[in-house]
């Protein structure tokens, strides 16, 4: 599940067009949060300065620069490594953009999506009023980010164009919706649909399965485990805590509830699961998207490896002292989806607290990266804003943080999930051992 973004971005813009370039998409998010009116004059000074209209310039190169040099100037902190050609040369920003051997990062998004099914999402029929105000959401946000028929868009055939072949990323994970109770008692995105993503580009992508809580029956979840294993080989699992049925949630360390799914787990060798941690929006309950419940079951699991998505925001403090006060856990993983696009457009400071909190106590070995994408359209200008994304000196004198360096990026985005996954990485530095100390 994702945020109400536009309750946060409360300036945002949607227009009938919508973007059309990544740069113009990342831009008007920019614009969108609470700096953005100031953010705004600095655009159209680069775009004087350009001699292009604002309007031309919002789609070029140049535009994303432009807003993150803003952001430097106005907060008077350096968030991005970003020169001042770069805002008001657009060709000198694509140059920029070109130089990167494509290959030379080796991109893991660890949390994509497609967001359609076949028989679609009809109110009273096959969805429930809550069930249709999710969908609508995330309709909304892809209407945003560039795609004109929202979630209709999120497509298997657009998860290739926009993810595989429309950004840098090398490899996507791509995560289920279950929510079964609330879309006619077949999963939101029914797993037979999600594979055509793995059948169409083998190599490429990672699937995970899902849909599963031990509220919808024990027993008949680990039939589902185990079916999802056999007749589509997925490599893992992606879960929420929260779910549509009566209980509305349940718990990671409920021994009797959840530990027999981690046996089974562990007996059909899937070794990575993920969960919904933090943005607790809509019917979700913030009581489960609390991490506390990873605690117990790294202690109880410890061969298997537990990935809190979202980093757990606004709770990855939560998240960062289950380790940063238990330093000897190797099995402890954040994602970064959504939480990086919001912060890093919207409130930079938080962005490199909460990176730099996660890498600091977590460690650079167990931060992964990930958009959320093709939720926020074409993942490209996110890329683009973590290779830029720097944390402020201060930060990293005053809160110990490491330094975002490129060495620390290329596991972030990449290194880290190969290793879990058994990735083939196409950069020439190995995937790191977990237990490698880090010098940054
Ligand atoms: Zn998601």
């Known amino acids: 599940m994702e945020f109400n973004v536009f309750e946060h971005f409360k300036g945002f813009e949607r227009t009938s067009e919508g973007p059309r370039t990544p740069e113009e998409q990342g831009t008007r998010f920019f614009l969108g949060g609470h700096l953005g009116p100031r953010i705004s004059e600095h655009l159209d000074a680069s775009a004087t300065k350009a001699g292009l209209s604002r309007r031309t310039f919002l789609a070029s190169a140049s535009a994303l620069p432009a807003a993150m040099l803003a952001v430097n100037n106005i907060t008077g902190m350096r968030f991005f490594d970003v020169t001042p050609a770069e805002a008001y040369e657009p060709a000198a920003a694509k140059e920029i953009k070109v130089s990167r051997k494509p290959g030379s990062d080796f991109i893991v998004d660890a949390h994509t999506h497609i967001c359609t099914r076949k028989d679609g999402y009809i109110p009273g029929i096959n969805t429930t009023e809550r069930g249709m105000w999710f969908v609508q959401l995330l309709d909304d946000l892809g209407k945003a980010m560039g795609l004109p028929n929202g979630t209709k868009d999120m497509t298997v055939e657009n998860f290739g164009k926009l993810i595989l072949e429309g950004s840098d990323t090398s490899v996507a994970v791509f995560n289920p919706f279950g929510f079964r109770e609330d879309y006619g008692g077949k999963d939101m995105i029914p797993i037979e649909e999600q594979a055509e993503v793995k059948r169409r580009w083998p190599t490429r992508t990672v699937m995970l ?30 879960l929420y805590t929260f779910d549509s049925t009566k209980k509305r949630g349940w718990w990671f360390d409920d021994q009797k509830q959840a530990y027999p799914m981690w046996e089974k787990a562990r007996k059909l060798g899937l070794k990575n699961i993920g969960c919904h941690k933090g943005i607790p929006f809509g019917q979700f309950m913030a009581r489960y998207a609390h991490p506390e419940d990873l605690d117990a079951v790294c202690d109880d699991f410890p061969d298997l490896n537990f990935i809190a998505y979202h980093s757990a925001w606004p709770y990855q403090h939560e ?72 944390i402020p000196d201060q930060l990293v004198e005053g809160h110990g943080y490491p330094p975002l360096t490129d060495e620390l990026k290329a596991k972030v985005f990449g290194l880290n999930a190969a290793r879990i996954w058994n990735l083939k990485t196409t950069t020439s530095a190995a995937p790191m051992e977990p237990r490698r100390a880090v010098a940054v």
């Open 209 to 238: 399965g899902g849909g599963l809580t031990p509220n919808q029956g024990l027993s008949e979840t680990l039939e589902r485990m185990t079916m999802f294993v056999e007749k589509y080989q997925i490599s893992g699992l992606k």
């Open 319 to 390: 998240l960062a002292a289950l380790k940063g006060f238990k330093p000897q856990r190797k099995n402890l993983y954040a994602e970064v989806g959504s939480t990086f696009a919001a912060t890093v457009t919207n409130r930079p400071l938080e962005c490199a607290h909460v990176l730099g909190t996660l890498l600091r106590d977590l460690g650079p070995d167990y931060v992964m990266w990930g958009t959320d994408s093709a939720l926020w359209g074409n993942p490209q200008w996110q890329i683009d804003a973590f290779r830029k994304f720097r």
